[in-house]
């Protein structure tokens, strides 16, 4: 298994600011993922995080509006920048380990609301 | 890429009663699909997957089935509880490599009524 942490768990922004989320694992991963549940709806995949490459976005998510940074195998940073209301959803970072039986662990989820 | 139809997005159902989610994926080459339950205010669990070289799967109440050439999957869950009541996805991992990106379903909000 895997525990993943992220900071903050919630926060409330002004419109136009820009609020960094920050995911910590407890062993080294390949991969991280980050995405994003609006309200009452799926999750959605923003980005997956590589260390030591740049990020790939998926369509619809672009890097000036979602910077994200890993520099090393156990954390990174998903930034929301020049926020506005729309941008109000719970962020979760994720992770594959591999062993007994593979799956994918979720971070407990930042609940972004902006005002 | 890969996209992930579920269905139905509410299911109501009496305790005890057999309630089934389904999903269709459009990526052939997709061999990995797991299922999550997300309580509210939590972060999703994963309750069961299914890998392409299987037709289906069951742990206790929880059975998944596969149809690969139809790109189907469905969520079985039987003699239900009102704690399996909670919001279901589905998911398929895009591609044959199976990196853990997950591509998730629109969700099934399922309400056991006692």
């Known amino acids: 298994s895997a525990v993943i942490s992220q900071k903050p768990s919630r926060d409330i922004c002004q419109r136009g600011t820009s609020l960094t989320i920050q995911c910590q694992v407890d062993s ?14 799926s999750l959605t995949l923003i980005a997956t995080a590589n260390q030591g490459s740049e990020a790939t ?13 890993r520099p090393n195998l156990t954390f990174s940073t998903l930034t ?20 007994a039986r ?5 971070g407990q989820g930042t609940r972004l609301t902006v005002v | 890429g890969e996209n992930v139809e579920q269905h139905p997005s509410t299911l109501s ?15 052939s080459a997709s061999n990995y699909f797991p299922w999550y339950k997300q309580e509210l205010g ?19 109440r929880i059975a998944v089935t596969l149809n690969k050439t139809a790109k189907h999957f469905s969520l079985h869950i039987t003699e239900t509880q009102p704690e399996d009541s909670a919001v279901y996805f589905c998911a398929a991992s895009p591609g044959s490599s199976n990196t853990g990106k997950l591509i998730f379903g629109q969700g099934t909000t399922l309400q056991v009524k006692p």
């Open chain 2, 13 to 27: 159902v009496q305790e005890g009663d057999s309630a089934v989610i389904k999903c269709t994926y459009s990526d």
């Open chain 2, 42 to 60: 939590k972060r999703p669990q994963l309750i069961i997957d299914i890998r392409s070289n299987v037709g289906e799967k069951k742990d206790q």
């Open chain 1, 102 to 106: 593979t799956e994918a662990f979720f």
């Open chain 1, 28 to 41: 080294q991963v390949t991969m991280m993922f980050w995405y994003r549940q609006q309200p009452g709806q």
């Open chain 1, 80 to 99: 929301v920048s020049n926020m506005s209301p729309e941008d109000s959803s719970i962020y979760l970072c994720s992770v594959q380990v591999r062993g």
């Open chain 1, 57 to 69: 976005y998926e369509s619809g998510f672009v890097i000036d509006k979602f910077p994200i940074s």
